[in-house]
């Protein structure tokens, strides 16, 4: 009897971890792959959302030309209006109220502390 058919070639401990190993390894790039595919919908999910302008959206169209000087204004003031509207009927945001400007005794148009 040939000698190599009585015995069998010793295993190693790594020939036994392989498989688990390669098993590990595709779950973690899927799951990577999965986590990005998440992230690129949730980003265009946020995008497409979006109704409206912002201030910047106004400020950039009126630095390309689009929006004339006193259209931006206007703009700008509408939009803050609606905000500020919106939050006084929701309570959720605190407008600071105006301070007062010191007035000039020798400016006419200026109330005296008995109008005040």
Do not use: C, Y
Not at 7 to 16: L, N, Q, W
Not at 85 to 92: C, F, K, L, V, W
């Amino acid at each position: 009897m040939p000698w190599s058919s009585m015995t069998t070639p010793p295993r190693s401990d790594f020939s036994d971890i392989w498989p688990v190993l390669l098993v590990l390894v595709g779950v973690v790039v899927v799951g990577f792959i999965v986590i990005g595919i998440v992230r690129k919908w949730m980003r265009t999910e946020s995008v497409d959302n979006q109704v409206g302008f912002t201030l910047s959206d106004l400020r950039r169209l009126h630095a390309e030309g689009k929006l004339s000087r006193e259209e931006l204004e206007t703009a700008e003031k509408q939009m803050i209006a609606k905000v500020r509207e919106t939050a006084a009927d929701s309570d959720a945001i605190r407008i600071r109220p105006r301070t007062r400007q010191p007035h000039n005794r020798n400016d006419p148009q200026s109330p005296t502390e008995d109008e005040e």
